[in-house]
């Protein structure tokens, strides 16, 4: 089971936080990743991290969005920095527990999800 948490309200320029634990799997680290998705669009590769924590960012957080993980705890988390009203969306946490390297950031390789978390940019 996949829990997201630290969503929220922020001006634009402003930072989140968001964790994602992972519970209940003791089967060793695997990739995770972030996706987002706005009403009316596709959902959008945010991050995806390997056990290691070598991560691969999508286009349009590059250099303000920042993953990390506690792979003791089984948490990922998005370091959100200067956020942009265009960053407003769902942000659900995936994993592929098939492997340690995250072989895929297309939405449809990723067989669990949390249940999302508003971060609304204004």
């Known amino acids: 089971q996949l829990v997201e948490s630290g969503g929220g309200s922020v001006q634009a320029g402003g930072s989140l936080r968001l964790p994602c634990v992972l519970a209940?799997?003791?089967?060793?680290?695997?990739?995770m990743g972030w996706f987002r998705q706005s009403p009316g669009k596709a959902r959008e590769f945010v991050s995806a991290?390997?056990?290691?924590?070598?991560?691969r960012y999508g286009d349009s957080v590059k250099g303000r969005f920042t993953a990390s993980r506690d792979n003791a705890e089984n948490t990922l988390y998005l370091q959100m920095n200067t956020l942009k009203p265009e960053d407003t969306a769902v942000y659900f946490c995936?994993?592929?527990?098939?492997?340690?390297?995250?072989?895929?950031?297309?939405?449809?390789?990723?067989?669990?999800w949390g249940q999302g978390t508003q971060v609304t940019v204004s």
């Open positions: 209940g799997y003791a089967g060793g680290s695997k990739c």
């Open positions: 991290s390997d056990s290691s924590g070598r991560t």
């Open positions: 995936a994993a592929d527990l098939r492997s340690r390297m995250c072989r895929s950031y297309e939405p449809s390789e990723y067989a669990y």
